[in-house]
């Protein structure tokens, strides 16, 4: 099996997707699967909207390859916009792909539920697998025990999209005014379109740098909106931190996937009932976590369908 990911990587500190693509290449390559000759490969795996016309390409020169397509959103979600890009990724699937692969449950009823508003069929079946992180960078190998009297937490986020949940961390940022939270402290690593009286922003980092950053922090908030599988929570979650999440988008699912305990909240119209219910979770010990490697997901599905069909 020869694999290749048709995807200009950008260098850096970027979206959740550009993160994860360089993931996946990196354990393609280690696993002797990876052709940078998408001619020479017999699966090539593309990305929303991203470099079609290279696709389309490929797809008529490459006629015997197994084209997969892997849609995160749905965009106007996200983008609190209008569903035509949507409509217009998944007619990219219908006329380029063989296969669909969404990164969540969630993700999956909310593009059937736009196609079905406009009577748009989608003709590839779809295939559900979760994102994780690289484990060799997101890890949690110490049992060392935290401080259970400090709460320390984290959020992150490379793009400055208001919906990522700066409106949420505002409202607990002037929570943490109150005397009663001063064993708590919060660090925002990222892009921030807000000023914090109380949060601490730290300008993005690299995965490396990340991932050790990430060790010194006990629990990881994420409020971000319409989000359909964070790499950003995976990240957290692999590295031992304790969850708290917005109720929206795929967050529940991914903590479910990892089988930790977590914190969800659909409302944070008072800080203070976060920060209060984080004083009574025993944070003593990273969070421990057993899950599959999407890694290894991708190849598992990849070997299945060559060997037997989509």
């Known amino acids: 099996m020869k694999i290749n990911i048709c995807f200009k990587e950008v260098e850096g500190p970027w979206g959740g997707g550009n993160q994860f693509l360089k993931y996946l290449k990196k354990y393609f390559l280690k696993a002797g699967c990876y052709e940078e000759n998408p001619l020479k490969a017999n699966v090539i795996l593309f990305n929303s909207h991203h470099d079609i016309q290279n696709v389309a390409f490929l797809r008529n020169e490459n006629k015997e390859a197994l084209f997969v397509h892997r849609i995160d959103g749905p965009v106007s979600l996200i983008r609190n916009s209008s569903p035509v890009d949507d409509l217009r990724i998944l007619n990219y699937s219908n006329n380029l792909s063989d296969l669909i692969i969404v990164q969540s449950e969630w993700s999956k009823k909310k593009l059937d ?150 914190l969800s909240y659909s409302d944070v119209d008072n800080g203070k009932h976060i920060l209060d219910s984080l004083i009574k979770v025993d944070l003593s010990r990273k969070t421990k976590n057993e899950f599959k490697t999407a890694h290894d997901n991708y190849l598992e599905l990849f070997s299945s369908i060559l060997k037997n069909g989509v």
Do not use: M
């Open 113 to 262: 539920k736009i196609a079905k508003s406009f009577n748009f069929e989608i003709k590839k079946p779809i295939k559900l697998i979760l994102n994780t992180s690289d484990p060799e960078i997101f890890n949690c190998k110490s049992e060392a025990v935290e401080n259970n009297s400090t709460i320390k937490i984290v959020a992150s986020s490379w793009s400055d999209n208001i919906r990522k949940g700066f409106e949420d961390y505002l409202i607990i940022d002037n929570a943490l005014e109150d005397e009663k939270y001063k064993n708590i402290s919060f660090d925002f690593i990222g892009r921030s379109p807000v000023s914090f009286k109380n949060i601490n922003v730290i300008k993005p980092l690299n995965s490396k740098d990340l991932g050790l950053k990430l060790k010194e922090y006990n629990v990881y908030i994420t409020a971000s909106k319409k989000d359909p599988c964070s790499n950003a929570l995976c990240e957290a979650i692999q590295s031992g931190l304790f969850p708290v999440v917005y109720q929206d988008g795929g967050h529940v699912e991914i903590c479910k996937n990892y089988n930790v305990p977590y």
